[in-house]
């Protein structure tokens, strides 16, 4: 079941010299229960993306155009309390007295609540709910793990009292108890003993600050976690240590996850999907085995090639050569194409046209007719 499906989506950034395509022309889906790994050089769009699906743009970004459906289910749907409420009482009282309550989130009842808010299909545009509506998904139904724990986690504030803010946020009829358990709750599952949660982020160390996020990004139990570089500021023990953790709740929760790293590596131990981001646009989408395997895009190419092998005979690292374009004015066609080793006349004049392949897609001259 597809729960997320983004298509077309561009988001720029106007600034004096220009707008910079920071997001241009990005699709993919997420299943529930998957892990989607987004990599690609930094500054290629893939922070940008996700922000954009939160609806976390700030000025003088903005959100051009594309479209971001959200599976809304019945979890979903309950959370719209009010209307939900004074649509159970007025409208479906007597078939609530004469049917069992699993009844009552039946299809045809989803789709009425959707009808009476508007909202004319089950799998609905994120980019046109209201910021109201927003708040409730952000945390509750699609929460984000930031990158920098120590930046992301605010200083002045114990770490316990910073989780049970997103409990009562969403909930806001918790009493205090109940709150706080959960919180003890959510820090047991992920590793950090319960006596820690009154302690303040620089008592904590690097693994438990980004422990303590993940737990903060979990405790309202969503359906979709974005984790922007999770582990790159970790040293590679902790880094191991995380990753496990992330897996293990990824499928004790049957998450389905979204994970931005530039390091493959962590893709290859987590992710079962995975997509690959260049000057804004995704160039290769697919099963991870397959892209791993036998990358078909010669940036996806490039980008395994430059990942030095531990096992392997010792030779001279890889480098794509060259720098990312200025994205205020990509080079024409292929973006690639002033640094691709398979570059053809074509390149810099047209655009390639996604082509499906495999599971996925590929951005690229090299598989058009
Ligand atoms: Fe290289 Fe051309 Fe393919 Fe771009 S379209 S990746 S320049 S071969």
Same mark, same amino acid.
């Given at each position: 079941?597809?729960?997320?499906?983004? #298509?077309?989506?561009?988001?720029?950034?106007?600034?004096?010299?220009?707008?910079?395509?920071?997001?241009?022309?990005?699709?993919?889906?997420?299943?529930?229960?998957?892990?989607?790994?987004?990599?690609?050089?930094?500054?290629?769009?893939?922070?940008?993306?996700?922000?954009?699906?939160?609806?976390?743009?700030?000025?003088?970004?903005?959100?051009?155009?594309?479209?971001?459906?959200?599976?809304?289910?019945?979890?979903?749907?309950?959370?719209?309390?009010?209307?939900?409420?004074?649509?159970?009482?007025? #409208? %479906?009282?007597?078939?609530?007295?004469?049917?069992?309550?699993?009844?009552?989130?039946?299809?045809? %009842?989803?789709?009425?609540?959707?009808?009476?808010?508007?909202?004319?299909?089950?799998?609905?545009?994120?980019?046109?709910?209201?910021?109201?509506?927003?708040?409730?998904?952000?945390?509750?139904?699609?929460? *984000?793990?930031?990158?920098?724990?120590?930046?992301?986690?605010?200083? %002045?504030?114990?770490?316990?009292?910073?989780?049970?803010?997103?409990?009562?946020?969403?909930?806001?009829?918790?009493?205090?108890?109940?709150?706080?358990?959960?919180?003890?709750?959510?820090?047991?599952?992920?590793?950090?003993?319960?006596?820690?949660?009154?302690?303040?982020?620089?008592?904590?160390?690097?693994? *438990?600050?980004?422990?303590?996020?993940?737990? *903060?990004?979990?405790?309202?139990?969503?359906?979709?976690?974005?984790?922007?570089?999770?582990?790159?500021?970790?040293?590679?023990?902790?880094?191991?240590?995380?990753? #496990?953790?992330?897996?293990?709740?990824?499928?004790?929760?049957?998450?389905?996850?979204?994970?931005?790293?530039?390091?493959?590596?962590?893709?290859?131990?987590?992710?079962?999907?995975?997509?690959?981001?260049?000057?804004?646009?995704?160039?290769?989408?697919?099963?991870?085995?397959?892209?791993?395997?036998?990358?078909?895009?010669?940036?996806?190419?490039?980008?395994?090639?430059?990942?030095?092998?531990?096992?392997?005979?010792?030779?001279?690292?890889?480098?794509?050569?060259?720098?990312?374009?200025?994205?205020?004015?990509?080079?024409?066609?292929?973006?690639?194409?002033?640094?691709?080793?398979?570059?053809?006349?074509?390149?810099?004049?047209?655009?390639?046209?996604?082509?499906?392949?495999?599971?996925?897609?590929?951005?690229?001259?090299?598989?058009?007719?």
């Amino acid at each position: 079941m597809v729960l997320l499906d983004v #298509k077309n989506l561009r988001t720029y950034f106007d600034t004096k010299l220009g707008s910079v395509k920071a997001v241009d022309d990005v699709s993919f889906q997420l299943k529930r229960g998957e892990v989607l790994g987004l990599a690609g050089e930094s500054g290629c769009g893939k922070t940008t993306t996700c922000l954009s699906i939160m609806r976390m743009i700030e000025s003088p970004g903005r959100i051009l155009g594309g479209e971001i459906s959200y599976e809304f289910t019945p979890s979903v749907i309950k959370s719209y309390d009010g209307f939900y409420d004074r649509y159970l009482y007025d #409208k %479906v009282k007597p078939a609530r007295e004469s049917k069992k309550e699993s009844t009552l989130f039946d299809e045809a %009842v989803i789709d009425n609540i959707l009808l009476k808010r508007g909202i004319k299909d089950r799998s609905n545009n994120l980019l046109d709910l209201t910021e109201a509506e927003m708040r409730r998904i952000r945390g509750k139904h699609i929460a *984000m793990i930031f990158q920098g724990a120590m930046n992301a986690l605010n200083p %002045v504030h114990r770490v316990g009292n910073q989780i049970k803010e997103a409990i009562i946020i969403h909930n806001p009829d918790i009493d205090y108890k109940e709150a706080w358990s959960k919180v003890i709750n959510i820090l047991e599952t992920v590793g950090i003993d319960s006596s820690r949660a009154r302690d303040y982020p620089h008592q904590l160390s690097g693994g *438990m600050k980004q422990r303590a996020l993940i737990a *903060m990004a979990l405790v309202n139990n969503p359906q979709i976690v974005i984790a922007d570089e999770p582990v790159t500021a970790l040293d590679v023990i902790v880094q191991s240590q995380v990753l #496990k953790a992330t897996k293990e709740l990824q499928r004790q929760f049957d998450l389905s996850m979204i994970m931005i790293t530039h390091d493959l590596s962590v893709i290859a131990e987590v992710c079962e999907t995975l997509a690959i981001m260049y000057a804004g646009r995704m160039v290769e989408y697919g099963k991870l085995r397959d892209v791993y395997k036998e990358p078909l895009h010669p940036y996806t190419e490039a980008l395994i090639s430059a990942f030095p092998s531990i096992t392997g005979p010792k030779t001279e690292l890889y480098d794509i050569g060259g720098l990312p374009p200025d994205l205020r004015n990509p080079p024409s066609g292929c973006r690639f194409h002033p640094r691709c080793s398979k570059v053809m006349p074509i390149c810099s004049k047209e655009a390639p046209r996604t082509t499906k392949i495999r599971d996925g897609y590929v951005l690229c001259h090299l598989y058009q007719d």
